[in-house]
Protein backbone atom coordinates (compact mmCIF):
# COMPACT_ATOMS: atom_id res chain seq x y z
CA UNK A 1 0.00 0.00 0.00
CA UNK A 2 1.07 3.16 -0.75
CA UNK A 3 1.04 5.70 2.59
CA UNK A 4 0.73 9.15 2.44
CA UNK A 5 2.35 11.55 5.03
CA UNK A 6 0.96 14.95 5.73
CA UNK A 7 3.72 17.60 7.64
CA UNK A 8 2.92 19.00 9.52
CA UNK A 9 -0.24 17.89 11.87
CA UNK A 10 -1.06 21.40 12.81
CA UNK A 11 0.30 25.01 12.46
CA UNK A 12 -0.91 28.32 14.26
CA UNK A 13 -1.22 30.45 11.39
CA UNK A 14 -2.16 34.19 11.21
CA UNK A 15 -4.32 35.81 8.53
CA UNK A 16 -1.92 37.20 5.71
CA UNK A 17 0.54 34.46 6.04
CA UNK A 18 1.64 31.90 3.65
CA UNK A 19 0.98 28.59 4.04
CA UNK A 20 2.76 25.35 2.76
CA UNK A 21 1.75 22.15 4.20
CA UNK A 22 3.62 19.35 2.69
CA UNK A 23 2.58 15.69 1.33
CA UNK A 24 4.62 12.47 1.07
CA UNK A 25 4.17 9.56 -0.69
CA UNK A 26 6.13 6.16 -0.07
CA UNK A 27 6.50 5.44 -3.57
CA UNK A 28 5.98 7.58 -6.77
CA UNK A 29 2.55 8.31 -7.41
CA UNK A 30 2.90 10.77 -10.72
CA UNK A 31 0.79 13.36 -10.68
CA UNK A 32 -2.03 11.32 -8.78
CA UNK A 33 -2.41 13.63 -6.03
CA UNK A 34 -5.24 15.85 -4.03
CA UNK A 35 -6.08 18.26 -2.05
CA UNK A 36 -9.45 18.74 0.24
CA UNK A 37 -10.57 21.51 2.77
CA UNK A 38 -12.78 20.49 5.32
CA UNK A 39 -14.49 22.70 7.98
CA UNK A 40 -15.84 21.51 11.23
CA UNK A 41 -19.24 19.60 10.89
CA UNK A 42 -19.10 20.23 6.64
CA UNK A 43 -18.37 17.61 4.44
CA UNK A 44 -14.69 17.74 3.01
CA UNK A 45 -14.24 20.13 -0.36
CA UNK A 46 -11.70 19.55 -3.30
CA UNK A 47 -9.67 22.18 -4.13
CA UNK A 48 -7.11 20.91 -6.35
CA UNK A 49 -6.42 18.06 -7.96
CA UNK A 50 -3.84 15.98 -10.20
CA UNK A 51 -1.32 18.03 -7.88
CA UNK A 52 -1.91 20.90 -9.68
CA UNK A 53 -5.38 21.55 -10.84
CA UNK A 54 -7.72 24.02 -9.05
CA UNK A 55 -11.51 23.17 -8.79
CA UNK A 56 -13.18 25.93 -10.39
CA UNK A 57 -14.57 28.02 -8.12
CA UNK A 58 -11.70 27.63 -5.75
CA UNK A 59 -10.05 30.90 -5.13
CA UNK A 60 -6.32 31.24 -6.85
CA UNK A 61 -4.60 31.76 -3.39
CA UNK A 62 -4.75 28.04 -3.46
CA UNK A 63 -2.13 26.40 -5.59
CA UNK A 64 -0.28 23.14 -5.61
CA UNK A 65 2.81 21.52 -6.74
CA UNK A 66 5.43 18.62 -6.71
CA UNK A 67 5.74 15.35 -8.39
CA UNK A 68 6.96 11.82 -7.57
CA UNK A 69 6.55 11.52 -4.22
CA UNK A 70 6.61 15.40 -2.86
CA UNK A 71 3.91 17.66 -2.75
CA UNK A 72 2.79 20.98 -1.44
CA UNK A 73 -0.53 22.85 -0.86
CA UNK A 74 0.36 26.45 -0.73
CA UNK A 75 -1.79 29.37 0.61
CA UNK A 76 -0.36 32.41 -0.62
CA UNK A 77 -2.45 34.65 1.90
CA UNK A 78 -4.27 32.86 4.56
CA UNK A 79 -7.97 34.63 4.59
CA UNK A 80 -10.10 34.25 7.83
CA UNK A 81 -12.03 31.20 6.28
CA UNK A 82 -8.91 29.51 5.39
CA UNK A 83 -9.05 28.02 8.78
CA UNK A 84 -9.48 24.47 8.08
CA UNK A 85 -8.01 21.12 7.99
CA UNK A 86 -6.71 20.32 4.93
CA UNK A 87 -6.29 16.62 3.31
CA UNK A 88 -3.93 15.01 0.45
CA UNK A 89 -5.47 11.43 -1.08
CA UNK A 90 -3.15 10.09 -3.54
CA UNK A 91 -5.44 8.64 -6.70
CA UNK A 92 -2.36 6.20 -8.06
CA UNK A 93 -3.33 3.11 -6.36
CA UNK A 94 -6.38 2.86 -4.37
CA UNK A 95 -7.58 6.22 -2.79
CA UNK A 96 -6.43 6.89 0.42
CA UNK A 97 -5.60 10.42 2.45
CA UNK A 98 -3.35 11.59 4.03
CA UNK A 99 -3.83 12.42 8.17
CA UNK A 100 -4.51 15.93 7.72
CA UNK A 101 -2.96 19.13 8.49
CA UNK A 102 -5.37 21.19 11.11
CA UNK A 103 -4.46 25.41 10.44
CA UNK A 104 -5.28 26.87 13.94
CA UNK A 105 -5.42 30.77 14.61
CA UNK A 106 -2.15 32.29 16.18
CA UNK B 1 -27.26 21.96 -9.14
CA UNK B 2 -25.04 18.75 -9.31
CA UNK B 3 -25.38 17.10 -6.11
CA UNK B 4 -25.30 14.08 -3.36
CA UNK B 5 -28.25 13.83 -1.11
CA UNK B 6 -27.75 11.18 2.01
CA UNK B 7 -29.84 9.37 3.97
CA UNK B 8 -30.61 10.23 7.61
CA UNK B 9 -28.53 9.51 11.09
CA UNK B 10 -29.21 5.80 11.83
CA UNK B 11 -28.58 4.82 15.80
CA UNK B 12 -28.55 1.20 15.87
CA UNK B 13 -27.47 -1.83 18.29
CA UNK B 14 -24.57 -4.01 17.80
CA UNK B 15 -24.99 -6.85 15.83
CA UNK B 16 -27.93 -5.12 13.59
CA UNK B 17 -27.88 -4.63 9.98
CA UNK B 18 -28.07 -1.10 8.27
CA UNK B 19 -28.15 -0.07 4.64
CA UNK B 20 -27.46 3.90 4.14
CA UNK B 21 -27.85 5.65 0.62
CA UNK B 22 -26.82 8.31 -1.29
CA UNK B 23 -28.90 9.87 -4.46
CA UNK B 24 -27.28 11.72 -7.12
CA UNK B 25 -29.18 14.04 -9.25
CA UNK B 26 -28.14 16.72 -11.95
CA UNK B 27 -25.77 14.88 -13.79
CA UNK B 28 -25.35 11.35 -15.66
CA UNK B 29 -25.25 9.08 -12.80
CA UNK B 30 -23.94 6.31 -14.50
CA UNK B 31 -21.13 8.22 -16.11
CA UNK B 32 -19.37 8.77 -12.65
CA UNK B 33 -17.95 6.81 -10.12
CA UNK B 34 -19.55 7.30 -6.42
CA UNK B 35 -17.27 6.60 -3.72
CA UNK B 36 -17.52 6.23 -0.04
CA UNK B 37 -15.77 7.70 2.82
CA UNK B 38 -15.54 7.01 6.48
CA UNK B 39 -14.89 9.63 9.40
CA UNK B 40 -14.79 8.19 12.27
CA UNK B 41 -15.09 10.99 15.48
CA UNK B 42 -12.27 13.19 15.73
CA UNK B 43 -10.63 11.17 13.09
CA UNK B 44 -9.42 11.71 9.47
CA UNK B 45 -10.78 10.75 6.31
CA UNK B 46 -11.09 6.67 5.24
CA UNK B 47 -11.42 5.94 1.66
CA UNK B 48 -13.85 2.83 1.59
CA UNK B 49 -14.36 1.86 -2.13
CA UNK B 50 -15.89 2.85 -5.01
CA UNK B 51 -19.02 2.25 -7.32
CA UNK B 52 -19.38 3.01 -10.94
CA UNK B 53 -23.49 3.11 -11.39
CA UNK B 54 -23.13 2.27 -15.36
CA UNK B 55 -22.08 -1.54 -14.89
CA UNK B 56 -21.76 -1.97 -10.76
CA UNK B 57 -17.75 -2.34 -10.70
CA UNK B 58 -16.65 -1.95 -7.70
CA UNK B 59 -13.45 -1.49 -5.88
CA UNK B 60 -13.12 -1.91 -2.20
CA UNK B 61 -10.09 -0.53 0.14
CA UNK B 62 -8.14 -3.46 1.69
CA UNK B 63 -9.49 -2.16 5.36
CA UNK B 64 -12.80 -2.51 3.78
CA UNK B 65 -13.05 -5.86 2.19
CA UNK B 66 -15.27 -8.03 3.31
CA UNK B 67 -16.63 -5.29 5.74
CA UNK B 68 -19.02 -3.47 4.34
CA UNK B 69 -21.19 -4.16 0.91
CA UNK B 70 -21.39 -1.26 -2.02
CA UNK B 71 -24.43 -1.59 -4.20
CA UNK B 72 -26.31 0.86 -6.36
CA UNK B 73 -29.24 1.33 -8.31
CA UNK B 74 -28.82 3.11 -11.97
CA UNK B 75 -32.53 3.13 -12.32
CA UNK B 76 -33.15 5.58 -9.34
CA UNK B 77 -29.80 6.95 -9.23
CA UNK B 78 -28.72 5.89 -5.61
CA UNK B 79 -25.86 4.51 -4.62
CA UNK B 80 -25.66 2.10 -1.28
CA UNK B 81 -23.17 1.28 1.57
CA UNK B 82 -24.45 -1.54 3.57
CA UNK B 83 -23.49 -3.49 6.76
CA UNK B 84 -24.45 -7.64 7.51
CA UNK B 85 -23.59 -6.63 11.50
CA UNK B 86 -22.85 -3.26 13.22
CA UNK B 87 -19.79 -3.11 15.72
CA UNK B 88 -19.55 -0.48 17.89
CA UNK B 89 -16.62 0.57 15.81
CA UNK B 90 -18.57 1.24 12.96
CA UNK B 91 -20.03 4.56 14.73
CA UNK B 92 -18.86 7.26 12.68
CA UNK B 93 -20.19 10.11 9.84
CA UNK B 94 -20.14 8.20 6.18
CA UNK B 95 -19.92 10.77 2.92
CA UNK B 96 -20.53 9.65 -0.41
CA UNK B 97 -18.95 11.82 -3.24
CA UNK B 98 -18.52 11.18 -6.68
CA UNK B 99 -15.18 10.69 -7.92
CA UNK B 100 -13.52 11.86 -11.12
CA UNK B 101 -12.16 9.81 -13.52
CA UNK B 102 -10.72 9.05 -17.17
CA UNK B 103 -10.62 5.93 -18.90
CA UNK B 104 -8.35 5.05 -22.10
CA UNK B 105 -7.71 1.64 -22.89
CA UNK B 106 -9.93 -0.67 -20.22
CA UNK B 107 -7.73 1.13 -17.52
CA UNK B 108 -9.50 3.72 -15.31
CA UNK B 109 -7.43 6.87 -14.34
CA UNK B 110 -8.73 8.45 -10.79
CA UNK B 111 -8.98 12.35 -9.99
CA UNK B 112 -10.57 13.75 -7.23
CA UNK B 113 -14.07 13.32 -5.48
CA UNK B 114 -15.57 16.99 -6.61
CA UNK B 115 -19.30 16.74 -5.18
CA UNK B 116 -19.98 15.03 -1.63
CA UNK B 117 -23.03 14.17 0.25
CA UNK B 118 -23.98 15.80 3.85
CA UNK B 119 -22.97 12.57 5.54
CA UNK B 120 -24.75 10.05 6.99
CA UNK B 121 -23.80 9.75 11.03
CA UNK B 122 -24.43 6.68 12.04
CA UNK B 123 -24.55 5.63 16.00
CA UNK B 124 -23.77 1.81 17.13
CA UNK B 125 -24.74 1.45 20.71
CA UNK B 126 -26.49 -1.30 23.05
Known amino acids: DIQLTQSPSSLSVSVGDRVTITCRAS??????LNWYQQKPGKAPRLLIYSTSSLLSGVPSRFSGGGSGTDFTLTISSLQPEDFATYYCQQSYSGLPFGQGTKLEIK | EVQLVQSGAEVKKPGESLKISCKGSGYRFTSYWVAWVRQMPGKGLEWMGIIYPGDSDTRYSPSFQGQVTISADKSINTAYLQWSTLKASDSAIYYC???????????????????WGQGTTVTVSS
Open chain 2, 97 to 115: ARQLASTSFGVWYYYGMDV
Open chain 1, 27 to 32: QSIGSY
